[in-house]
């Protein structure tokens, strides 16, 4: 069974830190591409970044350039999104979701739950 589960999220204030945590299990985690999504209330789902284990690409949308980092650790089939600098506009339900390939072709197929990241003014 294919499973991704989010961890980490919370109430941080601005310019604080989170760090999310997705731990997948169930697929060959070196062949798949790992993406960030968030959704905030009224708002469409965001791709925020990907790494693929199967390339070597990394993604990030420009909103959050500079802010995060999204590393993995293959050992752990774990993916990371370490968040600084957090803004208000930040807040919102943050989804791992997993696809055969590269950053650039991956189509999603699996996703995980969500956590939700709340960013205080």
């Known amino acids: 069974e294919v499973q991704l589960v989010e961890s980490g999220g919370g109430l941080v204030q601005a310019g604080g830190s989170l760090r999310l945590s997705c731990a997948a299990s169930g697929f060959t985690f070196d062949d798949y591409a790992i993406g960030w999504f968030r959704q905030a209330p009224g708002k469409e789902r965001e791709g925020i970044s990907c790494?693929?284990?199967?390339?070597?690409?990394?993604y990030y949308v420009e909103s959050v350039k500079g802010r995060f980092t999204i590393s993995s650790d293959n050992a752990k089939n774990t993916v990371y999104l370490q968040m600084n600098s957090l803004k208000p506009e930040d807040t919102a339900v943050y989804y791992c979701?997993?696809?055969?390939?590269?950053?650039?072709?991956?189509?999603?197929?699996?996703w995980g739950q969500g956590t939700q990241v709340t960013v205080s003014s």
């Open positions: 979701a997993a696809g055969v390939d590269g950053c650039l072709d991956v189509v999603y197929e699996y």
């Open positions: 790494i693929s284990s199967r390339d070597g690409t990394i």
